[in-house]
């Protein structure tokens, strides 16, 4: 019994017993075995009054009802509430008053009377938290939501904002805003990217094939807004040198330097070199959030459609993707198709052929039986000139007409049923979503993170850092991957006047622990 009596941090059930054994007076010698020869009084009482237990006479013990008088069957956790309840204002200004129902004033303790007759004593503020703590946190609590949580406080004990405490206990919950499925992340409304002029909007995405013949096994694609013309390079290595030097031969080299650049947030794709070549050409970049393909919906779309063309050529040799991919991308693919396809084909959204928006004109393409070769007229060079400058501008025009429309129309699709319910500040704390892939249960939300600042003016894309991390490690977060991060201070305040409340700390030493237990 002594170093249970001089544990320094005591904890659950010999914290229990310490308690309740203050209530007595007693104290403990040490007696060494070959001096310790004095009978035991316990083990020698007499059997007073025995009587043998016949079968069926057996009375079951009572159970511990909603009344929550097996909350309080400690000395210590007895002396505990009617001290609290002393210095509690609230209990106080009803004892002073008459006490009547839904009160009642039993044994040196005020007790709240529910309809049906049971009654638990009512909770002074300073133990609301660990009672809370008890019946929610613990791993007999089992984290449940506030109607559970609340059936549980009903039992043990009673107090006016019950109901509010235990709905902003659950809400700052750190576990439960981790590992449990809400729907109160934001899915905002789609905002289509309209670029202003040829040339002005690149997107690039990169996708990982079988291992070519050639050596190949990645596949980049880079498409245009206005046009939608694509550029498909396979590429043996996805590093940021090859990639780098796909962007600088293939698009800046023979279509000319683009003001805008989007790509994820892969690491080829934000690669030193990657870095370099776009500053060194003046191309702004725009990072896509992570997991969040939608912010670059053509390319995505462009990168599946090719994946499955090519599946679709090359079915009996899938080393030699490589070998048809131009064909594919360009023009007329024989193996696969007798229609135009992709840079040759009317787009749906621009009413035109990607290659007429690029090039002012029809592209001639070959066919099973030979070349048709179009007839040309002859004119003088100023006078075509003079032609394509009148007719691009108004081809340019109709067609970013087009695109205006069918976007349209894909928002009003896209934005049905849509929940937009954000509206975050800089400096809030959020979790992002967890996209681990893992077979085992995990934290569903990471973090909390800082907002830094937003990536456009709708709010839909911010720059986050970890709280406590370096600002070298800031990432790039969708609305719909965050959620709002309700810290703990909120109940602090609420519940204990800003007291300080550690909700892991196990409780030890209020009267309604050993009844929670059995709940």
Request: proline share 5%; aromatic share 10%.
């Amino acid at each position: 019994m002594r170093p249970v009596l001089t544990a320094t941090e005591p904890k659950g059930r010999i914290a229990r017993w310490i308690l309740a054994i203050q209530g007595y007076s007693f104290t403990i010698v040490h007696r060494k075995g070959a001096l310790n020869v004095d009978a035991d009084a316990l083990s020698r009482r007499d059997q007073v009054n025995s009587q043998e237990i016949q079968a069926g006479k057996v009375n079951e013990a009572p159970s511990q009802g909603r009344s929550g008088v097996g909350a309080v069957q400690f000395l210590s956790g007895i002396l505990q509430l009617k001290a609290e309840q002393l210095e509690d204002k609230v209990i106080q200004t009803i004892l002073k008053e008459d006490v009547k129902k839904p009160y009642a004033f039993k044994d040196d303790i005020l007790w709240y009377q529910y309809d049906d007759g049971s009654m638990v004593p009512i909770t002074p503020q300073s133990m609301v938290k660990s009672l809370l703590r008890s019946v929610h946190n613990l791993p007999t609590g089992g984290h449940y939501g506030v109607d559970k949580t609340l059936a549980k406080v009903r039992l043990l004990g009673w107090w006016p904002t019950m109901i509010d405490d235990v709905k902003q206990w659950i809400r700052t919950c750190d576990e439960c805003q981790r590992y449990k499925i809400r729907n109160d992340s934001a899915v905002p409304p789609m905002k289509p990217i309209i670029p202003s002029r040829i040339g002005e909007i690149w997107a690039l995405d990169i996708a990982m094939l079988p291992l070519s013949t050639a050596g190949n096994r990645y596949l980049l694609v880079m498409c245009e807004y206005l046009s939608k013309w694509t550029i498909a390079v396979a590429l043996p290595s996805y590093d940021t040198d090859h990639i780098a030097q796909a962007l600088l031969y293939e698009l800046v080299l023979k279509f000319s330097v683009p003001t805008r650049l989007i790509t994820d947030n892969g690491s080829s794709l934000v690669g030193d070199a990657m870095t370099q070549v776009c500053a060194r050409l003046g191309i702004k970049r725009s990072l896509t959030s992570v997991e969040h393909p939608q912010t670059d919906g053509l390319v995505e779309r462009m990168n599946r459609a090719l994946k499955t063309s090519l599946a679709t050529a090359v079915h009996s040799e899938p080393t030699k993707w490589d070998s048809y991919l131009q064909f594919i991308t360009f023009a007329y693919c024989r193996v696969c198709t007798k229609d135009r396809t992709y840079n040759t084909a009317k787009h749906a959204s621009t009413g035109f052929s990607p290659f007429q928006v690029m090039f002012g004109r029809q592209p001639v393409l070959p066919n099973e039986q030979g070349l048709i070769l179009p007839t040309f007229k002859t004119y003088e060079t100023e006078t075509w000139v003079n032609y394509l400058n009148k007719y691009i501008p108004l081809l340019h025009g109709k067609v970013l007409q087009n695109i205006k429309t069918a976007q349209g129309h894909q928002k009003t699709f896209y934005d049905k049923g849509k929940r937009v319910k954000y509206d975050y500040k800089i400096g809030d704390l959020i979790l992002r979503k967890n996209l681990e892939k893992t077979s085992f249960p995990k934290e569903l939300w990471i973090g909390p993170y800082i907002i830094l600042s937003k990536n456009n003016s709708e709010g839909t894309s911010y720059k986050i850092v970890k709280r406590g991390a370096s600002h070298e490690y800031v990432t790039t977060a969708n609305v719909r991957h965050m959620r709002p991060y309700h810290e703990d201070q909120d109940a602090k305040a609420t519940l204990l006047g800003g007291k300080q409340c550690n909700k892991n700390q196990v409780p030890t030493s209020y009267y309604w622990l050993d009844c929670a237990s059995t709940i």
